[in-house]
């Protein structure tokens, strides 16, 4: 009980301050609504805690042993992070009325999880600070899983309504492109602690 209750204040503090998968999911709501959005929320709700299973189950161990496949996967997730960055600051607000862009869909959503580094961070640090060497390492990492699914809900679901109370003030164009700009550029600020990580990795290895 004690495990789960420390593991929820951490999943919940990780997972309601922004980050890639928060930012998107409001500008989804401020673009499509929440019902056109509900298979975005479903993809990162249900897609981030399956991945720290798997990575506390085992990929970690993987990535442990090949740290460059990790650090590409991180390279890939900036340049894609990138391309949504620049799709969101360009969306044209009749393009979207007309039909001519679609939100994620619940498998976007679900394996964005992979490219995001800020689901690395947590995924791996909720696995190391919470798993012990004398408990029941499965059984830990079954409920860290637990808390992240638990608090995912409320917590992005949460930056979806909000997104979708603003839709209703964003009524004109011009507001709404300059909101699409503003989220670009935090999605693109989000990315900093992931840059800097891999500039100590590849440059700062490379000095020394």
């Not at 590409?72 to 001519?100: D, F, R």
């Amino acid at each position: 009980m004690d495990l789960l209750l420390a593991v929820l204040f951490f999943a919940f503090s990780t997972t309601i301050t922004p980050g890639p998968n928060n930012v998107m999911i409001m500008s989804s709501g401020v673009n499509y609504g929440v019902k056109a959005s509900v298979p975005h929320l479903l993809g990162i709700c249900l897609g981030f805690p399956l991945m720290v299973l798997l990575v506390g189950l085992g990929f970690g161990v993987v990535f442990e042993r090949y740290p460059h496949l990790h650090q590409l996967i991180k390279v890939l997730g900036v340049a894609y992070l990138v391309w949504l960055a620049w799709k969101i600051a360009s969306a044209a607000p009749k393009a979207i009325e007309q039909g001519k862009s679609k939100p994620f869909s619940f498998m976007q959503a679900a394996l964005f999880q992979w490219v995001n580094g800020k689901a690395w961070v947590m995924a791996s640090g909720a696995v190391a600070a919470f798993t012990t060497v004398s408990g029941v390492y499965w059984l830990e990492v079954s409920i860290i899983s637990s808390a992240f699914l638990l608090v995912a809900f409320p917590c992005v679901g949460s930056w979806l309504l909000f997104g979708a109370a603003l839709r209703a003030v964003l009524t004109k164009p011009l507001f709404q492109r300059i909101f699409n700009v503003c989220m670009a550029l935090i999605l693109l600020l989000s990315m900093l602690p992931v840059l800097a990580d891999l500039w100590r990795y590849y440059f700062m290895s490379a000095a020394a």
